[in-house]
């Protein structure tokens, strides 16, 4: 099954303002994390990393912060455009063997009102 | 560069028809390669993964099934297609730990029919 999953299925934000996207994973032995964009009928297009030797981590009007203390994930995004209206999706690695395969939590769907 | 190509875009297929989705990489070697289904506005369901030439894990057990006949090809495939076999197909390339993240193809919607 998953191990990660987000808290909210939509977001409605002002273009110009601030959004948070929540993520919640369950296993602590998860040790990488990554947040993606897909648009409609794309694929899913990296933002950001992070490791679990981090707890914070910027990028281009990005910032992911991880709370292992409460096995929390979110991913930040200044001044939100309408370009950045798409479904948004945090996923895991687990260091296990040499798979290294993603677990994708459901995904936020975020809609930017103009 | 390194790139990943992924096709047909979409395909519609009547059912109990055979299906071949093929995914190359370019620009790495001996890279992880990974088969995704995903529904209607869900998330993302690891179906199959490749760490080599030859070796295939299987996540779920379903009507398909994938190879990787050369280093940088993976293909998914089903001899009789079902209704539930609908869904948009995804094939990535792991660099982590290597390097950072997975890139994704850009995708095939599959719609069975």
């Known amino acids: 099954g998953e191990s990660v999953g987000l808290h909210l299925p939509t977001l409605s934000v002002q273009e110009g303002d601030n959004s948070i996207i929540n993520c919640a994973y369950s296993?602590?032995?998860?040790?990488?994390f990554i947040w993606y964009k897909q648009e409609s009928g794309k694929g899913p297009q990296f933002i950001i990393d992070?490791?679990?030797?981090?707890d914070k981590r910027q990028g281009q009007r990005v910032t992911v912060l991880l709370n292992k203390t409460v096995k929390h994930l979110s991913l930040q995004i200044a001044a939100t455009q309408p370009g950045d209206s798409a479904v948004y999706f945090c996923a895991d690695i687990l260091p296990a063997s040499n798979d290294y395969k993603l677990s994708f939590g459901a995904g936020t769907t975020v809609t930017v009102r103009a | 560069s390194q790139t990943i190509h992924q096709w047909p875009a979409t395909l519609v297929q009547p059912v109990g028809s055979p299906l071949s989705l093929e995914c190359t990489v370019e620009?790495?070697?001996?890279?992880?390669l990974y088969w995704y289904r995903q529904a209607a506005g869900r998330g993302l369901q690891l179906l199959f993964y490749s760490v080599g030439i030859g070796q295939i894990s299987s996540e779920v057990p379903q009507n398909l099934s994938a190879s990787r006949p050369q280093d940088r090809q993976f293909i998914l495939s089903s001899k009789k297609l079902l209704l539930s076999d609908s869904g948009f197909y995804l094939c990535?390339?792991?660099?982590?730990?290597?390097?950072?993240?997975?890139?994704f193809g850009s995708g095939t919607r599959l719609t069975v029919v």
């Open positions: 992070i490791r679990s030797n981090m």
């Open positions: 990535a390339w792991g660099h982590y730990p290597r390097g950072r993240g997975y890139t």
């Open positions: 296993n602590s032995a998860s040790d990488y």
């Open positions: 620009g790495t070697s001996n890279p992880n």
